[in-house]
């Protein structure tokens, strides 16, 4: 016997869906992160996209120039100088580029709620600034896991980060350090060896979020250091300039900019109908002095304990 269509008395929601308008997102994507090391680092505007750190020489660190302290005694005053390095370092800056295409008839006809053209800059940009962050910390040349000075490597005493491990950190970098750098994986390690030894560690609120700190320094979270094989490693730097700490740098009065060393610039429309536009950041990292920066090595982060 055949099924009897369902008649139906009232207006179907399938049907009435083709009248109404639905609420939507702009695209959202995972891979965009805080950033926090792009806040916190004090940012250096560089002329000509060269940074040139001129750094003393001295034989005797402790006593870069002979100099005297009050004597009664009828004697010759010392004579000395500051030699400066003959062959300073120069920082160029780093070009993080990209080009985006887009469909004329498609940025025309599907403009609205969202402009098109608008939200694919917007993501590429965020992923342009995630491989800025990125470099600073990773690249070969100017990245600050590529500066560190052999004497400020750290290991950690048995894998798991521990505050003493922490402390012989800030031992290193003691000059007015300002924040410890650290995988998210690696802060829940420390927290867990923290939390074993009775010690939780304090928070403070920076940028409107909450971050753990040890000994009053926070510890910011950033997922561009890399865990392998559950390893990875922690870094304290001092930064600013008058501080001859960590810097960022990055090329002021660009065409097209739309904030500090980044810029957007319209390439123009091929005969294909595909609208082109340049999306340009540059930027580097100068590390001024030797003992600005430090590194924790060999930390792991998958040790777990039982809590009794």
């Not at 920076?206 to 753990?212: K, V, Y």
């Not at 980044?262 to 001024?288: D, E, H, T």
């Not at 600005?292 to 009794?308: D, F, M, R, S």
Request: aromatic share 8%; hydrophobic share 40%; net charge neutral.
């Amino acid at each position: 016997m055949a099924d009897t269509p369902e008649v139906r008395h009232t207006l179907g929601e399938v049907a009435a869906r083709q009248l109404a308008n639905t609420t939507k997102t702009v695209p959202q994507m995972k891979a965009i992160t805080p950033r926090w090391l792009v806040s916190f680092l004090p940012w250096t505007p560089v002329e000509a996209g060269t940074y040139r750190v001129n750094r003393v020489v001295a034989e005797h660190p402790e006593a870069p120039a002979d100099v005297t302290c009050g004597t009664r005694e009828e004697v010759d005053l010392p004579e000395t100088f500051v030699n400066y390095d003959e062959k300073p370092r120069e920082y160029t800056l780093c070009a993080v580029t990209t080009v985006l295409d887009v469909q004329t008839r498609v940025s025309d006809l599907y403009r609205s709620p969202y402009d098109q053209i608008r939200e694919q800059l917007r993501l590429l940009i965020e992923l342009v600034k995630e491989r800025q962050e990125k470099e600073i910390i990773n690249n070969a040349d100017y990245g600050l896991l590529h500066n560190v000075a052999p004497e400020q490597h750290v290991k950690t005493r048995t894998g798991a980060p521990t505050p003493d491990d922490l402390d012989e950190l800030i031992a290193r970098v003691w000059k007015e350090p300002a924040f410890f750098l650290a995988h998210p994986r690696a802060i829940a390690a420390f927290g867990r060896e923290c939390t074993r030894r009775g010690v939780p560690p304090p928070t403070v609120t920076l940028f409107g979020s909450p971050f753990l700190t040890w000994r009053g320094i926070p510890l910011i979270p950033t997922d561009k250091l890399a865990v392998k094989n559950g390893k990875t490693n922690i870094l304290l730097l001092r930064t600013g300039e008058k501080k001859q700490g960590v810097i960022g740098l990055f090329q002021p009065g660009l065409v097209g900019e739309v904030s500090p060393g980044l810029s957007v610039r319209f390439m123009g429309i091929n005969r294909k109908a595909i609208a082109s536009y340049l999306i340009s950041l540059y930027c580097s990292a100068a590390v001024l002095t030797e003992d600005a920066i430090g590194v924790l090595e060999n930390v792991h982060v998958e040790t777990y304990h039982e809590y009794k």
